[in-house]
């Protein structure tokens, strides 16, 4: 099990829609992932089951989609994914000692986006 590295991908504009299922959907054609995951299906995500990484639903923590052909980090999947890692909709099932990393990688893209990340304010 492990977090993503951090990719420091651009930002989509900060009042572009979040919709995961369509945005995975994207991701898959972009990564050429449409039968498994592969590396670069695991960039739009923050955490995957290393043990399962073949299969599609080991990647939890979606935050990117492809725009304009380039894979990018939409702020508002950042702002959902901050929430559930702080609990919101029941939370996300990860390892409790992956739960600090998550959310240093969420910072970062809350850096990027000016803005400070829920747990810090």
Do not use: C
């Amino acid at each position: 099990m492990t977090v993503t590295r951090f990719q420091d991908l651009p930002l989509a504009d900060r009042d572009r829609e979040w919709d995961s299922a369509a945005a995975d959907k994207r991701v898959r054609k972009w990564a050429g992932a449409e039968e498994q995951p592969n590396d670069k299906y695991r960039q739009a995500h923050l955490w995957y089951d290393a043990d399962d990484a073949d299969e599609f639903g080991a990647y939890k923590l979606p935050i990117a989609d492809v725009v304009g052909g380039e894979l990018k980090v939409v702020p508002r999947a950042v702002i959902a994914a901050a929430g559930v890692v702080d609990g919101a909709r029941g939370g996300v099932r990860i390892p409790e000692d992956e739960i600090s990393r998550v959310k240093a990688h969420l910072a970062k893209y809350y850096a990027k986006m000016g803005d400070t990340p829920p747990w810090e304010r």
